[in-house]
């Protein structure tokens, strides 16, 4: 028998809407072994999910029906394993935990899903996230900070506020899926020649994105700088994510913000945070996430 299997405790499973990631953990919360699928819940046949994971898990892991699994992410979504409902901002991790949904796998242990987040603005407009919670709480435990704001990049970029160790107020921004969808079914993106990185371009895009309070026209200069060369046809993407992330990073209101995700996108932030005077900090969203989790399933095995 191997050393994951010897020692393995419980599983970690982050599962999203295009992809899938478990962990294996030991006692003292210690990795000891992952695995990345593409298995998104879009990609998982009839809602099967307890099928869907015990087909990962069988023949990864021996022990496998003997541990308890802490899922988090969409798999709590309306399109997931269980539809679990969302705590409400301000909330700290006992609270978080008051809606967490338990219930028994197929094959004998107990599952329990994380539940999301939702914020309701002064507009009264809501805002939601399924994931990102854990990876904000464990950033707190990492940094050992109570009060702290961070941004989490990605398709839907999040901006979230803790306040005395809880998550008060958060704000998703469409960045990464704008960027995606304007750079490949616009005008501005098509025809396009092969791209280079252009720093340059990208720092222009970043002022001239927290400049504008008209993004919509803006955007249109994707186009106008190439006809008057002010930037090359081959930066012009480069132009855009700057113009994108300058924009979104108006929002922010203090001078130290926390960088949660990829590496790759995250050092693009960095540039833009730098470029604005704003004090950027990088933690590994990984390494959030587990901290994150293995602090609630402490507080869940406590109560």
Not at 17 to 44: C, H, I, W, Y
Not at 58 to 63: A, S, T
């Amino acid at each position: 028998m191997s050393n994951i299997n010897k020692t393995a405790n419980h599983l970690i499973v982050d599962w999203g809407t295009t992809n899938f990631r478990a962990f294996v953990m030991d006692a003292k919360s210690k990795m000891l072994d992952k695995k990345e699928l593409p298995m998104g819940l879009l990609q998982v046949d009839d809602g099967d999910f307890a099928k869907a994971l015990k087909s990962v898990l069988n023949g990864w892991i021996e022990n496998f029906e003997s541990l308890p699994i802490y899922m988090a992410g969409m798999v709590g979504s309306q399109l997931g394993w269980v539809n679990v409902e969302y705590a409400s901002t301000s909330i700290d991790e006992a609270g978080l935990l008051k809606k967490a949904h338990r219930f028994d796998l197929p094959w004998g242990p107990q599952a329990v899903i994380i539940p999301g987040v939702s914020h309701q603005s002064e507009t009264g407009a809501y805002d939601v996230m399924r994931g990102e919670e854990v990876q904000l709480f464990g950033l707190a435990k990492i940094v050992k900070q109570s009060s702290l704001d961070a941004i989490l990049p990605g398709t839907h970029s999040k901006h979230a506020n803790f306040v005395n160790g809880k998550m008060t107020r958060f704000a998703s921004f469409m960045t990464g899926e704008l960027f995606s969808v304007i750079s490949k079914y616009t005008i501005l993106g098509k025809g396009l020649p092969e791209q280079v990185d252009s720093q340059v371009a990208f720092i222009r895009g970043v002022k001239e994105g927290q400049l504008t309070n008209s993004l919509t026209s803006t955007l249109f200069a994707a186009r106008t700088h190439r006809l008057f060369n002010n930037i090359e046809e081959n930066e012009v993407l480069d132009y855009l994510s700057g113009l994108l992330i300058g924009n979104e990073l108006k929002s922010l209101k203090n001078n130290h913000v926390f960088l949660v995700g990829g590496q790759s996108l995250c050092e693009r932030y960095k540039i833009a945070c730098t470029e604005l005077s704003i004090f950027s900090t990088y933690i590994s969203g990984d390494e959030c996430f587990l901290a994150g989790m293995a602090d609630l399933i402490t507080v869940l095995n406590e109560g």
